[in-house]
């Protein structure tokens, strides 16, 4: 992948070329955004495109040596710090001292990339600002976080901050449906997105929503499942409990389109929904429906989760 390849970012790949170009990149950058919206991409293929032996046109040009061997995470001098567990350590921060000791092997600029720079503690953290202070001339530090207040102070202003958009949801749609996804399931995910492919991917993957799908429609589930599950969704993020819920909605309008003979209308593609529809009268799936919009614009309204995910459940629980 080059900078060619990136999806969306166009005005900070602009940029970047522009700065190559002109030679005027300084030695330390921030990169900030929402989370998959192509920040480490981005900062491995500018550190690509510095030390490409054969750049065409502004760009890596993905055959040599230096190429090869970043796209493998394998350059001596091209460094991609991430947490190990929670956070970035200590020992970390003094391998990356420890490779600035030496020139660089064969790099022309050495690159290091701190990713999830938020999940420094402060040791962690004061130890790089030694670094960030005094930086080797043919050095650049690329930073990654999703929001700036959660570093130092002292960090973020020795850094030049680059901002990265959420992606446009067509974007994304494209993305998707390269990567095999029905158009219509591309469609509906980027939408959810919030302009993130990994959230998307994330999304995609429906997991949770499936599940809670089979056990509110299975006859027998009991009580303390039902809560079980209920609990579960009620400790997520209130973002991400509306994108679960607007998908288990349309599993539902699924179960609808089913039963109305509408099967060339439905989204998901799961094989259990002839069974689903079966369970359930035509009344009961418009009530359902009904419930988990009540449910998304409480959970607006900031109404506890936990409270109106019980009520769901029981409601779902009734007359079966
Ligand atoms: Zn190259």
Not at 267 to 288: C, F, P, R
Request: net charge neutral; proline share 4%; hydrophobic share 45%.
């Amino acid at each position: 992948m080059a900078f060619r390849d990136i999806l969306g970012q166009e005005r900070v790949l602009r940029w970047l070329k522009a700065a190559i170009s002109q030679n005027r990149l300084t030695g330390s950058y921030l990169f900030v955004g929402p989370e998959g919206v192509g920040k480490a991409t981005v900062a491995i293929n500018l550190a690509k495109v510095l030390n490409c032996l054969s750049p065409k046109e502004g760009d890596a040009c993905e055959a040599c040596i230096s190429c090869k061997k970043i796209n493998k995470g394998i350059h001596p001098d091209i460094l991609f710090i991430q947490p190990q567990g929670q956070v970035i350590k200590i020992d970390q921060i003094r391998d990356i001292q420890r490779n600035l000791s030496f020139r660089p092997i064969m790099a022309k600029r050495r690159i290091i990339i701190i990713d999830q720079a938020e999940a420094m503690p402060e040791a962690s953290a004061n130890a790089f600002l030694k670094t960030l202070e005094e930086p080797p001339l043919d050095t650049i530090f690329i930073l990654i976080a999703q929001d700036k207040h959660m570093l130092l102070p002292t960090i973020t202003s020795r850094c030049q901050i680059i901002t990265f958009s959420p992606l446009p949801s067509k974007v994304i749609e494209d993305f998707l449906k390269n990567q095999g996804f029905e158009p219509i399931n591309a469609q509906i995910l980027a939408q959810l997105s919030s302009g993130s492919i990994k959230y998307a991917m994330r999304l995609g993957q429906r997991e949770i929503p499936i599940n809670l799908f089979k056990l509110w429609s299975e006859k027998r589930v009991s009580i303390p499942e039902i809560l079980e599950t209920a609990h579960t969704l009620a400790d997520k993020d209130t973002a991400e409990l509306s994108s679960l819920l607007e998908i288990y909605q349309s599993l539902w309008r699924d179960v609808l389109m089913f039963k109305i003979g509408c099967k060339e209308f439905i989204i998901n593609k799961e094989k259990d929904l002839e069974t689903v529809a079966s369970h359930w009268g035509l009344q009961k799936v418009l009530d359902i429906m009904e419930m988990i919009e009540q449910v998304k614009q409480k959970l607006k309204q900031n109404v506890q989760k936990r409270l109106i995910l019980e009520e769901l459940a029981f409601n779902l629980e009734e007359d079966k």
